[in-house]
Each structure stands twice: as C-alpha cells, then as structure tokens.
C-alpha cells in the first residue's frame, strides 16, 4: 500500500546519506511502508534529484562528502518550503543542530537515538509535528541562557511582547515544543482536535515564522516557554 499525502498523491522522499548500509536500512523501510524514496550519496547527487522534482519529505545527513548538510537544508527550503526536512545526524553539537533549524530543517534526529520505526517517525513529520531528539531541546535552552548570561545589555532584536499572544497561544506552544500531537494538545487543553491548527496559524503569524521548529526557537528566545 503506498503512503498517501493530502492530495492523494503518493509520499516522496529524498533521503541523503553517504554510508551505504545506512542508507539501504533507511530506504528499505521506507519502501515497505509504501513510500516513494530516492535516494543520493552526496550533495551534489542530492541536487541533482531536487532538479528533478520536489520531494514532499527530504531526510538528510549533515556530514556528506562534498558539502555539508546545510547548504542542502537552505538551498530546498529556498525552493520547495512545503518540503518537510529532517536531519538524520550523528552530529549532535550545538552549531550543527542551531544551524541546521535556523535554515530551515524541520525536525532533527540523533543517530544514536534513532527510532526503529522511521515510517511512522516520517507520518508524523508530514502530520505537521516536529520529531527533534529531547537533547537538541536542551541545545536551544543553553544557548538562549548563555546569551542572556553573558552579555550586560539586551539581546539584539525586536522587543519582547508577550502580550501579543494570548495565554490559550502559549500553552499551544508548550505542547509544540514539547512534540505533542495536534490531538493530544487539544484533549490537553480541552479542544476540538480542529481549532488547534487555526491557533497554530495565528501564533506563526504573531511571532513571524514559518515552521514548529522556528516557533519553539522564537518562543524560548522570547521566554514565552521553558522547556
């Protein structure tokens, strides 16, 4: 059976990754799962495939033989930003993974912790979720604290206001940073499972940003949330 998108279409993914036996346990479990999955080894080869179409799905390494990961994360988001992203790394330090989301990437996994299911780790991100590896959160929160810590004045950049969300706004975002599910965040919060997209597309507005990632970034910066 072949995964289906909204459109009926069938899912694509572009996978990236230049170690071959990685790469073939990646793409055959995908296949079983009924996606549609090209693969390349290096960046250049990853160019090429996004030449020829946009994946609905590009799961990438960061660390390829001619390029690094980022400039394909950038270069996709540029050109097809309803392609989810995802990095699949074993690079978990702090300017890998703030880079890698600054750009555009849209959930990030550590291949240390990898799940066995990375179909249902795939549904999820085309759901609209963000799969992130709990450590990459903790990277977010350091950085953000070690910037207030070690400067005398302000951070640089639009001044706070928080009152431009409402508390029912924030604790939607609490439940993003924290990978709940759309259905999860409304039983939560006692909603209708379809008000809460209507409440994500007004927070995305208010704090300018595009994606869950960026909005979870934007929100620790502005101590809207602690995660």
């Known amino acids: 059976m072949t995964e289906q998108g909204e459109t009926g279409e069938a899912i694509t993914i572009l996978l990236v990754e230049d170690d071959a036996p990685t790469c073939w346990r990646l793409q055959d479990a995908l296949v079983k799962a009924g ?8 960046l250049g080869e990853a160019r090429s495939a996004l030449g020829e179409g946009a994946p609905r799905v590009l ?19 540029q050109r097809f930003p309803d392609t ?12 890998s993974v703030i880079s890698a ?48 810590q070690g400067s005398a004045e302000p951070p640089p950049g639009p001044a706070l206001n928080t009152a431009k969300l409402t508390p029912r706004e924030i604790d939607i975002l609490w439940g993003i940073a924290k990978g709940f599910s759309y259905a999860e965040i409304a039983s939560h919060l006692g909603l209708s499972r379809q008000t809460v ?17 960026e909005a979870v970034f934007e929100a620790v910066q502005q101590g809207l949330i602690k995660l």
């Open 35 to 42: 996606y549609e999955v090209r693969t390349a080894g290096t």
């Open 59 to 77: 799961l990438t390494d960061l660390r390829l033989p001619d390029g690094h990961g980022v400039e394909l994360i950038r270069e996709t988001r």
């Open 84 to 95: 989810e992203i995802m990095v699949i790394s074993a690079l978990g330090d702090e300017e």
């Open 101 to 148: 989301i600054t750009v555009g990437a849209t959930g990030y996994l550590l291949k240390d912790a990898f799940p066995t299911d990375i179909a249902t780790t795939v549904r999820e991100l085309v759901a609209g979720h963000s799969p992130i590896s709990a450590s990459i959160a903790r990277f977010i929160v350091r950085r953000t604290q070690g910037t207030a």
């Open 197 to 213: 997209p209507g409440h994500i597309k007004n927070i995305y507005r208010k704090l300018e940003v595009h994606t869950r990632s």
